[in-house]
């Protein structure tokens, strides 16, 4: 396949998944949050000060990739700077920067491995109701979608890919893994309250659609030419596996085509509130889907042919490319097998401190955690975040160190019951060096009983009671 044509078929990837950050901080930190508080601790619904909170809706997607970039776009003009961009295709002809007329495709100049992490999420419906003064349930709804990998070989660069064509080379991949998923939850939810601590839980009915990984467990240096590969006597520990319904039918329905795999994730966490500070500690996706339908596993044994690469430029398709890695290696194809990937599971800390009046302080920090083989990697995110908080309007200002090492700024705002932001406003906005984006959006109704005026006011009056909003 044509090596231009793959980098910017990926880069168009990159956009679709970008329909509506990182964690969305706007949509989980703000007590007036709704459904939304039990995204990063599910201990935090006991933050809410209704009685019962009712989700719409809620969208949040975010893309990164260090293995390239758009030079220059932002996301409101990704588009038509994709249609019209030019990829510069060797890293010696990359222009100065004076000299530069966008928009160009550049891809990585630093060597190293290459990050690559794209999601998205829908909730909704969902609801959370009291059932107690310290007890509250709940039921939600998710659609997600996951990629990722943060250690893809220097070796599969582009610019090193690409003179590899016209030269000797040695291919040489350091273990490497990378997953993709797609699934549903359907959640319960329950959190109880005791003094200054609460405890939580969401366990979460999991329906896997689509999924894909591939694993790479030793070091392999493979000599390789414009014209041929050669692997004869390197030792492989190589398998990569996939469902195969969107392939075999070429439509794929995100809301039935879920019948693939199953499983069963968790999310715990603990919160402590008492004089104006709040703080936070949960793990968040413990779980996995076993995929048990429509399976394909390739596994890698000795190799005992030359393989010519030529024939690759005119595949069409998935199918086509996997079919020819079955005719030119020396690999075991499994269609009866499972595989499991597990979700993006983490470590989630928070603390929040009431300044004055209506302005809050808050902190986050995110580290992922890899237990199961063949999961999904969360981003590494540490964040701090001023807001102004109201019944009627909230609004957040989070800097976020990503992957401990890029500095973004978001903005995000609440105006009863729409909450629009990002944790990288400027990638909307301005145009720079495109290396991904992060949006998200959400709608739910208005909240019924004040569960604090309700208490107070409730049974004097002998009414239910409606909490109203103000300022």
Not at 325 to 343: C, E, H, P, R, T
Request: hydrophobic share 40%; net charge negative.
């Amino acid at each position: 396949m044509d090596l231009k044509r793959i980098v910017i078929c990926c880069f168009a990837l990159l956009q679709a998944y970008l329909l509506s950050g990182q964690e969305s901080l706007g949509l989980t930190l703000d007590k007036y949050s709704g459904v939304n508080l039990i995204d990063l601790n599910p201990a935090a619904s006991s933050r809410s000060p209704y009685n019962s909170d009712v989700l719409l809706g809620s969208a949040h997607g975010f893309g990164f990739t260090d293995y390239g970039h758009l030079k220059t776009a932002s996301l409101l003009n990704l588009q038509g700077r994709l249609a019209d961009a030019f990829v510069i295709e060797a890293q010696s002809t990359i222009p100065d920067p004076a000299e530069i007329t966008p928009p160009l495709i550049i891809f990585d100049e630093d060597g190293g491995d290459k990050k690559l992490s794209s999601h998205l999420e829908i909730i909704g419906p969902g609801v959370i109701f009291s059932i107690h003064p310290t007890i509250k349930i709940g039921l939600f709804t998710k659609a997600k979608a996951n990629i990722s990998s943060f250690s893809v070989p220097e070796a599969l660069g582009f610019y090193e890919l690409n003179e590899a064509r016209f030269a000797d080379f040695q291919l040489d991949l350091e273990p490497a893994k990378m997953s993709a998923m797609y699934w549903h939850e359907i959640g319960l939810h329950a959190s109880k309250q005791l003094g200054s601590l609460s405890f939580g839980v969401n366990v979460k009915y999991l329906l896997g659609g689509e999924g894909a990984f591939i694993e790479n467990n030793e070091f392999i240096s493979v000599p390789f030419d414009s014209m041929e590969l050669n692997p004869i006597g390197v030792p492989l520990d190589l398998q990569f596996g996939l469902t195969n319904s969107t392939l075999n039918t070429g439509s794929f329905n995100p809301f039935s085509d879920m019948d693939s795999g199953v499983g069963l994730g968790f999310d715990i966490g603990v919160t402590y509130e008492s004089e104006g500070l709040y703080l936070g500690a949960s793990i968040l996706d413990i779980g996995r889907v076993s995929f048990t339908q429509s399976t394909e596993i390739y596994r890698f044994g000795d190799q005992s042919n030359i393989v010519d690469i030529t024939p690759y430029d005119a595949l069409t398709s998935t199918r086509e490319f996997l079919d020819r890695i079955v005719n030119d290696f020396d690999v075991q194809v499994d269609n009866a097998s499972a595989f499991k990937i597990g979700l993006p599971m983490a470590l989630s800390l928070q603390g929040d401190l009431h300044i004055q009046d209506n302005y809050f302080v808050s902190a986050t920090l995110t580290n992922r955690l890899k237990v199961f083989p063949n999961s999904l990697s969360r981003d590494n995110t540490l964040s701090i975040i001023p807001r102004y908080e109201s019944k009627w309007i909230s609004a957040f200002l989070p800097i976020t160190v990503y992957e401990y090492s890029r500095v973004r700024v978001g903005a995000a705002a609440r105006f009863g019951f729409l909450t629009i932001g990002s944790d990288h406003i400027l990638s909307v906005f301005t145009n720079s060096d495109f290396r991904g984006s992060d949006i998200y959006l959400r709608l739910a109704l208005f909240p019924f009983g004040n569960q604090s005026e309700r208490s107070l006011k409730g049974k004097s009056k002998g009414k239910s009671g409606l909490g109203c909003y103000d300022f």
